[in-house]
């Protein structure tokens, strides 16, 4: 989950998204 947490510093819309297609 570090890749994760790397992207959520710089676009953390993108990580809401990856939540929802994990």
């Known amino acids: 989950r570090g890749h ?3 992207t959520a ?3 953390p819309d993108k990580i ?3 939540e929802t297609v994990r």
Do not use: V
């Open 16 to 18: 809401q998204a990856n």
């Open 9 to 11: 510093s710089i676009t």
């Open 4 to 6: 994760e947490d790397q």
